[in-house]
């Protein structure tokens, strides 16, 4: 089986994280294996597939595909036996990305972290302040492109 390519920032057309962003309460441990996992990135191949995520100089950046915007960035630093985060970001330029409260980007990170790059199944997590008769499937396929279970908000009915 051939090796998938690596990502990188010649992959796609991507613009530069904006001067307009917000930390992020973000913090995670990397064994050897999910690093290097996760230094190979992800390349969409087809329409839904909405993330381009690759790894630059101790930095991995989350870009939507379509646009070509950066919307994550988090840093990474050796520590002890693995890698832990340094720093997380968020882009916060109202004009290029609707950022909800840190605590749920955090959360929709580390489901991209889990999901796209690791290659696990872990739930998706519905923002509390999604509409009540939004279908939560649609919106997690807007956001993630994939079709992972979602999280039902407690407030929500569970036929969404």
Sequence with gaps: MTEPPKANRDSWQVLPMPALKSRLPFAREFNDEEYAQASVGVIPRKMEDKWLIFLEDDWLLFY??????????????????????????????????????????????????????????????????????????????HVSGSGYPERVVPERDEEN
Aim: proline fraction near 5%; include cysteine; aromatic fraction near 12%.
């Design 64 to 141: 939507r595909s379509w646009t070509g915007i950066c919307i994550y960035q988090i840093r990474i630093s050796r520590s002890g036996d693995g890698y832990s985060i340094a720093e997380a970001w968020v882009n916060n330029d109202r004009n290029e990305y609707r950022a909800r409260d840190g605590g749920y980007e955090a959360e929709l990170l580390a489901f991209l972290i889990e999901n796209l790059l690791l290659g696990k199944k872990s739930a998706f997590p519905l923002p509390a302040d999604l509409r009540p008769d939004a279908p939560a499937g649609l919106y997690q396929h």
